[in-house]
């Protein structure tokens, strides 16, 4: 049986730390601001640029609660976080642009009607709450409210990230292959079947959906322990 005893115990201690191992979805805390702390009833690591975004949809009032993160491509540079309203892409984008003002961060509203026009004004739709943040890991962080459609299930969302400020108006950002690929569909409602209960459509503290697998893992790793104990105590 001696022969039996470390192997066993390798395989089953391998499968524990395998279930209680941290898993590699994205740490959806609560991002802090200088006034207090906001939540966020999700989030989601978005597929280019090594930006976050966070957000809550109150399907009541048809309003979208958002906090997009990333870093500039300079120190002195802006990030942008918009919704197309129309299409997929820049092109018709209404969007949030955060940069250093002054040693002060500011939020100002773009309509971006083409590539050759990106213009400062109104938004086609209304937004409120707007402030921005520089974070001490080189990160900016856009906070804003905005109305979208009442029966809207999904918007397109683009983001982007900029070298640097101008006289007040943002530099061109660059046209690399993550730069390019930064838009995709952002999902306000899952889809639920006639049995089920519709998700709560007011802001609510965060509640980090890995938590109860996190928890199940556990358990599983704890039966396992008192297997490979009980495998000791016969061997």
């Known amino acids: 049986m001696g022969s039996l005893f470390c192997p066993s115990l390798i395989v089953f201690f391998s499968l524990w730390l395998t279930l209680i191992s ?9 991002l802090k601001l200088p006034g207090g702390i906001r939540h966020y009833s999700n989030c989601t690591e ?12 109150n399907a009541t009032n048809s309003s979208l609660f ?6 500039p491509s300079n120190a002195d540079g802006w990030i942008a976080w918009a919704v197309n309203p129309t299409a997929t892409g820049m092109a018709g984008s209404q969007a949030l642009l955060a940069f250093k003002n002054k040693g002060s961060m500011v ?3 773009y309509n971006i009607s083409s590539y050759r026009s990106i213009v400062e004004g109104k938004l086609s739709f209304d937004v409120w709450d707007l402030e921005a943040e520089a ?9 804003g409210s905005l109305k979208v459609g009442g029966s809207v299930e999904k918007l397109n969302q683009v983001w982007q990230v900029g070298p640097g400020v101008s006289d007040g108006h943002p ?7 993550a730069n390019l690929g930064s838009w995709g ?4 409602v899952e889809k639920v079947s006639s049995g089920s209960s519709s998700p709560a459509p007011s802001p609510a503290p965060h509640n980090d959906s890995g938590d109860g697998s996190r928890a199940r893992e556990i358990y599983a790793g704890f039966w396992i322990l008192a297997f490979v104990s009980w495998l000791v105590s016969v061997l």
Not at 22 to 30: A, R, Y
Not at 66 to 71: E, K, P, R
Not at 135 to 143: A, E, H, L, P, S
């Open 22 to 30: 941290p898993s590699h979805s994205i740490d959806c805390s609560s």
């Open 46 to 57: 978005l597929p280019t640029l090594n930006s976050t975004l966070h957000f809550t949809y």
């Open 66 to 71: 958002i906090a997009f993160s990333a870093a």
């Open 107 to 109: 939020v100002k509203t």
């Open 135 to 143: 974070t001490n890991d080189g990160k900016m962080v856009i906070y």
């Open 171 to 177: 530099m061109k950002h660059e046209f690399g292959k």
């Open 185 to 188: 569909d952002l999902k306000l």
